[in-house]
């Protein structure tokens, strides 16, 4: 819808040029426009820049200028991708207060960091499969192949028990043991019955909160569409973490009018797309079959939003210690807000 509007507002700025200059903007045959009115908004040019919106006075109409264009913006991501994640890794909390303070052409901006990690990580995840719930049938050889186990257990259960019998010993034991293996099976078939979401009991149904029922009733007819439903709910809403975030993270500082909420959203911003860049890293690392050096990223976020807190509020090391560990919890909280809207989203 942005793209449309930004579209529809370079078409309308650039009739209005025409209509204040008949034949501002015409291309030559050189690939280039020599108009004297501004192709965006129709501003009358005085420079190399328009002095109302900023863009070029004159506009390239060729496939060589198109690359030459797709290459600056290319390079220019790069040097400033190069330039900023050094820094969210190792010194988050200086470019936090630099970005703060007005150094915005040296970083990527908040925002742009944060769209980029979050369509790398779903790329990430699902090119390695992680993202996968697996089909229906996958589900119930798995669990027709717990059941065979529990069988061959319940076998040599009742082996035992004539054993037993036949010497005339206490056959109790044994007896409970049996009955414990069949309840199992039975539970087990029960699940692979229903997709895995079994609800033993009618009163427990009903006990069942109306917003989640949907999400049973999907799981159990194709649990991996609603897999994929909840996926794209999460995909496609991620920015609701930032506003989700930004209360609990005010609430560290609520006496510090120093600090505005901008300050804080733009924290927010930083801390997530470095998550996002572990949840990367760690999915590489998992379909390369290192999962153990991926199980060591779980110790990285309490340090990495230490060091944050510490370095873009200048907090002493006690104060950054505390509240680094307010802060982990409520981004335990956040996270289970934002799954919670991404499958109340996914099943509507």
Not at 19 to 38: F, I, K, M, S, W
Not at 51 to 61: F, L
Request: with cysteine; glycine share 8%.
């Amino acid at each position: 819808m942005g793209e449309m509007e930004g579209l529809g507002e370079a078409v309308t700025g650039g009739l209005l040029a025409r209509a204040v200059e008949p034949g501002g903007g015409e291309a030559r045959d050189d690939g280039h426009t020599h108009e004297r009115n501004c192709l965006n908004c129709g501003t009358r040019l005085t420079g190399p820049y328009c002095t109302a919106c900023g863009q070029k006075a004159h506009v390239h109409r060729s496939l060589r200028a198109f690359m030459q264009d797709f290459a600056a913006g290319l390079f220019n991501f790069e040097g400033k991708f190069w330039r900023t994640l050094p820094m969210l890794v190792w010194r988050p909390g200086e470019m936090t207060r630099r970005y703060i303070a007005g150094e915005r052409a040296r970083f990527i901006s908040p925002i742009a960091l944060y769209l980029f990690t979050v369509f790398a990580m779903f790329a990430t995840l699902n090119f390695t499969g992680a993202l996968d719930p697996g089909t229906r049938d996958d589900f119930k050889r798995e669990i027709q192949a717990e059941i065979a186990e529990e069988q061959q257990a319940l076998a040599k259960a009742e082996a035992a028990r004539r054993t037993i019998a036949g010497k005339d010993q206490d056959t109790t034991a044994i007896e409970t043991r049996i009955a414990q293996i069949r309840q199992e099976i039975a539970d087990k078939q029960a699940e692979a019955d229903s997709g895995g979401l079994v609800v033993t009991d009618g009163d427990e149904e009903e006990q069942i909160p109306s917003w989640l029922r949907p999400l049973i009733d999907g799981t159990r007819e194709n649990p991996q569409l609603m897999a994929q439903k909840i996926q794209d709910a999460a995909s496609k809403y991620s920015w609701l973490l930032i506003p989700i975030s930004v209360p609990f993270l005010w609430l560290l500082f609520p006496l510090r009018r120093r600090y505005k909420m901008y300050d804080h959203t733009v924290f927010v911003t930083y801390s997530l797309s470095f998550m996002m860049i572990l949840v990367v890293i760690s999915g590489l690392l998992v379909s390369a079959g290192m999962t153990a050096l991926a199980s060591f990223l779980f110790f990285v976020p309490p340090i990495h939003m230490y060091r944050h807190l510490k370095g873009a509020y200048q907090l002493g090391r006690w104060s950054a210690l505390l509240r680094t560990a307010a802060l982990v919890t409520f981004a335990c909280i956040c996270a289970s807000l934002f799954l919670v809207a991404s499958v109340a989203i996914g099943t509507m």
